[in-house]
């Protein structure tokens, strides 16, 4: 599987982005993005099943973020509103074969594959 995210970019606090993540190869049944900022640990932030549609978001993100899927495309979106400056970071997409858990989704031990990541930066 691999996987191509895009979408990052610079923009001013309060303003919006929306990642693509385009997965090619075998269809992975969760997928997530974690973010990550040089000299820390990769976080969760969002994830989302095939199976049922269910969502995940992290706690930063609830109200602000919203995962979605085209499982046609076998692609995966995070849209962000209200961005602040301390979502600065790369941001990666990341795929599971099987259907995580909610105890699962947040651990980046659990996904399979990963893509490069795609930077995004919010100026106050």
């Known amino acids: 599987v691999q996987l191509q995210a895009s979408g990052g970019g610079l923009v001013q606090s309060g303003n919006s982005l929306r990642l693509s993540c385009a997965a090619s190869g075998r269809t992975s049944n969760t997928m997530g993005w974690f973010r990550q900022v040089s000299g820390k640990e990769r976080e969760f932030v969002a994830a989302i099943r095939r199976g049922d549609g269910r969502t995940y978001l992290a706690d930063f993100a609830k109200g602000r973020f919203t995962i979605s899927r085209d499982n046609a495309k076998n692609a995966v979106y995070l849209q962000m509103n209200s961005l602040k400056p301390e979502d600065t970071a790369v941001y990666h997409c990341?795929?599971?074969?099987?259907?995580?858990?909610?105890?699962?989704?947040?651990?980046?031990?659990?996904?399979?594959?990963w893509g490069q990541g795609t930077l995004v930066t919010v100026s106050s």
């Open positions: 990341a795929a599971a074969a099987g259907n995580l858990i909610a105890s699962a989704v947040h651990n980046d031990l659990y996904y399979d594959y």
